[in-house]
């Protein structure tokens, strides 16, 4: 208890809170507030109210106040986002200090050293803390973007700026208008829940584009002068040659954006025609903490992979395109099975997610670390659990294959569409259709989907010859319930958020006679179905009907 702020040490001695909540739901706050309703079921209002009881401090309400009435020489991003802490109003020597946590008495002091003034605090409702805070820093809203707001950046030499910033960039040079609009972009995609960011130069124009729940919109469209500044910014970020600009490069980011929680970005750059394309994705730790319960298995499908994971020995295979939620899948099993008397072992290129107790390698094929190579090192450290990030060639399937059969939990990724093809493949790899039958357990085809928003989201009626049509008799589905989406402020689109498109297929002794005798993925799928594994499409159907999603996201996603 002696780590926790005084806030946090409040709420356990009454009895609100839990260590042990504390260390399940700390990945998914980033602040101490957000924390404690997490794990207690208080809204933020009735928190803010606790606090004025419990610690005397004058409540404020957020919910009209104008940010544009803030005292803009003190506004400074990086001491805000810190310590999630707004000034609101200064009179004479006082400064006015809107605050979630009226106990954090360092970030309180670190504001009266900065602005030298002395700090009165107020109790608001963290929402609209945070609400408040993005408005202000709202990157393609809030900061326009034309040559004159860079002339004081247009003077100085690239190369120079990057000798002068540490990647963490804590030398405060927020004056800078290039970093300061890099900055509020990362955060605004943090914030919108991208998953991708896309800098693009072209002939007359440059775009930033995020990914969001699958689908790429147009942020911003900052002057084309401007864009090898805005690419050496980001390859100073990421620790990369800038003065590169032939060949791809690969780096990464770490943003720290509370006190508890960081992202990283993964970074690729690109040379084109124009310029460096630039995509950065974000790798958020805190996915793998979400549980298989909000993926969106079927229960029929969450049982057999629980069970899949139960066994001592055998291979899991995940498959689906890029983006598809493979990593996250795979690792929320790792995360179900990260026990202390387990060794657990992974190689991945790139390693994605960090995770506590599992022994994560990068692999580096200049240095010889190939999937195959690590593997063969995994096998001789006393491993229970390997997975492979990739299967790649005939030797990593191989090996892997060698080790589900000889006492060891094996997991993997493939790129196919289904799960009938993934045997296919592994059998077009040279695998013999025996290892395959024997070694392979379970195997996970999926695709993500947007969820329909619940605050917009509209009934669609369908004919009855239209439903047969797209499946739903065929899949026994006859009761539906159909949404489509419409669009509201609360949503991109009409969709916020995604979830799982799964057919999870056991190898059964049937199937296992049907890879034995040289069966295509054709006669596999129809094994499948007679078994009752459902397929994607069936899947599919049953989310729509469900109106967790729409058919048109279903269709966009699945085929017939």
């Known amino acids: ?57 004058p409540m404020f309400d957020l919910s009209d106040f104008d940010v544009e009435q803030l005292p803009k020489e003190l506004i400074k991003e990086k001491l805000i986002r810190q310590h999630h802490l707004l000034p609101l109003v200064k009179k004479g020597r006082k400064l006015y200090i809107a605050t979630s946590d009226p106990t954090d008495y360092g970030a309180f002091e670190n504001f009266e050293f900065s602005t030298g003034l002395q700090c009165e605090v107020v109790v608001v409702d963290y929402k609209l803390l945070e609400q408040k805070i993005d408005q202000l820093f709202d990157a393609t809203g809030g900061l326009s973007m034309s040559e004159d707001d860079f002339k004081e950046f247009s003077g100085m030499d690239v190369e120079e700026t990057q000798q002068q910033q540490d990647t963490n960039d804590e030398k405060d040079k927020d004056d800078a208008p290039i970093i300061v609009y890099i900055n509020k972009i ?37 002057p084309t002068s401007l864009a090898t500044r805005l690419s050496a ?5 990421s620790r990369l040659d800038i003065a590169e600009k032939r060949k791809p490069q690969d780096g990464r980011i770490k943003l720290k954006i509370s006190d508890r929680k960081s992202i990283d970005f993964r970074v690729s750059t690109l040379p084109t025609l124009w310029g460096e394309k630039i995509v ?38 995940v498959t689906g395109p890029t983006g598809s939620g493979k990593t996250v899948s795979l690792y929320t099993g790792l995360n179900i099975l990260n026990k202390p008397e387990r060794n657990i072992s992974t190689a991945e290129d790139p390693v994605e997610i960090n995770l506590e107790g599992i022994n994560q390698v990068q692999i580096n094929p200049k240095a010889e670390m190939t999937f195959a190579n690590a593997l063969k090192a995994f096998l001789r450290q006393d491993p229970d659990v390997v997975m492979v990030g990739e299967i790649r060639d005939l030797e990593t399937a191989e090996i892997s294959i060698k080790a589900a059969q000889t006492g060891h939990l094996v997991m993997s990724t493939l790129h196919t569409n289904s799960a009938p093809e993934t045997l296919t493949r592994l059998l077009n790899m040279g695998v013999p259709a025996y290892n395959v039958a024997s070694s392979i357990s379970l195997i996970i085809a999926q695709r993500l989907a947007r969820r329909l928003c619940p605050k917009c989201k509209t009934p669609e009626t369908l004919p009855e010859e239209e439903l047969n049509r797209q499946g739903f008799i065929k899949a026994g589905i006859s009761e539906v319930t159909l949404y489509k989406a419409n669009g509201c402020e609360h949503c991109t689109e009409g ?66």
């Open 1 to 57: 208890m002696e780590h926790h702020s005084p806030l946090l040490r409040k709420f356990i001695t009454l009895g609100r809170v839990t260590a042990e909540q504390l260390k399940l739901k700390q990945a998914e706050a980033q602040s101490t507030a957000e924390l404690i309703c997490l794990c207690s079921g208080m809204t933020s209002q009735e928190l803010a109210e606790q606090c004025l009881d419990l610690f005397r401090v």
């Open 186 to 222: 990362l955060m605004d995609a943090i914030k919108k829940g991208a998953s991708d960011l896309h800098f693009e130069p072209y002939e007359h124009k440059y775009r930033i584009r995020f990914r969001i729940d699958g689908m790429l919109h147009e942020m911003a469209s900052p």
């Open 233 to 237: 910014r980001i390859k100073v970020m």
């Open 280 to 317: 950065m994705r974000i790798l958020d730790s805190s996915s793998a903490m979400l549980g298989i319960d909000v993926l969106g298995y079927e229960p029929e499908q969450k049982a057999l992979y629980m069970d899949a994971l139960a066994q001592p020995q055998g291979m899991i295979l």
């Open 495 to 560: 969709y916020k958020g995604r979830v799982g498109v799964y057919e999870v297929v056991k190898i059964t002794p049937e199937i296992a006679q049907v890879i034995m005798e040289g069966g295509n993925s054709i006669q596999i799928a129809e094994m499948a179905v007679k078994a009752g594994f459902a397929n994607l499409r069936i899947s599919g159907l049953k989310k729509a009907a469900a109106g967790v999603t729409s058919l048109a996201e279903i269709n966009r996603v699945t085929s017939y």
